[in-house]
């Protein structure tokens, strides 16, 4: 229709919900047109007005018209399996569902056990650990195990806030690990564990005094979350430089990709899958070995 526009129904997460669970409400018929949705109607007695139609005249009757008048007045509509409409209200699920799941109460959890006498052999009285826990914990699960030390002891981790930080990572310090896991608890309840994640990935971290030193001094470091590719850092440091109009203008004699290029570079600033980190001195964010050593010489 000339001088019509589309209106394109974009529902809510929690519409959808609803809907997904309230499918027992909804009526499905064979009909992917007007048409077929007015013959429908009128060959199965859904319009009063036409029961009392003689059949030499109903191949006369403009179906189009009967299917559209139906669908407005029903608020139905065309899918790709047929005609859909609502007979009763929906469900309202939404409200009443844990959609997002409660965090663990743990930081990082561990199977342990006692290293065997014959190498070739399982551990010994392999059983879980969560931490972060108390040294009295620490000391209980040792004693469990039979074990005098933890030098004597295997474990590995079995789940953890940021599994891809521990894949790589040498976890054969019990007290390192507990110090870790209770940096993962701080930083989900302040709501930056995204951050932690991101200066992790920028500094190349494989190393669990390197995390600890980072999650310690994570206010030395920014992130910009919806800054994730060069175009993006160009786009918003023009913001920044020049005024809307200008921007309009500029960013269509320059290449955005270069431009957002040279502007990390200038910032000592890399790009994560959570955004865009940078120190807020400026300096280059130092790798893995750096903090390390930096941790290291402030504990000694």
Known sequence: MAGASAISWK?????????????????????????????????????????????????????????????????????SGGYVTQHTELKQVYDSL?????????GIRLTVGRYPFHSDEQPDNMMYLDLPATQERLDAVLEACGGASWSEMVFQVE???????????????????NELAKCFKELSTQGELSKFKAV????????????????ENLDDYLLEPDQRNPEEVATEELRFIVDEHSRSILQKHIVLYNYGQDVMAAHNALLTPYGLV??????????????????????M
């Open 11 to 79: 529902p809510s997460i929690a519409t959808m919900i609803d809907l997904a669970y309230s499918t027992d409400c909804c009526h499905v018929i064979n009909a992917t047109s007007d048409e077929q949705l007015g013959r429908f109607y009128a060959e199965n007695d859904f319009i009063p007005a036409l029961e009392k139609v003689p059949d030499s005249i109903f191949e006369y009757l403009d179906f189009e018209m009967l299917g559209r008048k139906a669908r407005f007045e029903e608020g139905g509509v065309f899918a």
């Open 98 to 106: 844990a959609l997002i799941p409660e965090a663990p109460e743990y």
């Open 159 to 177: 789940d953890s806030a940021m599994p891809a930080l521990l894949e790589n990572m040498d976890c054969d310090n019990i007290h390192g690990l």
């Open 200 to 215: 992790i990935l920028a500094a190349d971290c494989h190393d669990i005094a390197a995390a600890v030193q980072i999650a």
């Open 278 to 299: 940078q120190r807020r001195d400026g300096e280059p964010i130092h790798s893995e070995e750096t903090q390390a050593e930096n941790a290291g010489m402030e504990m």
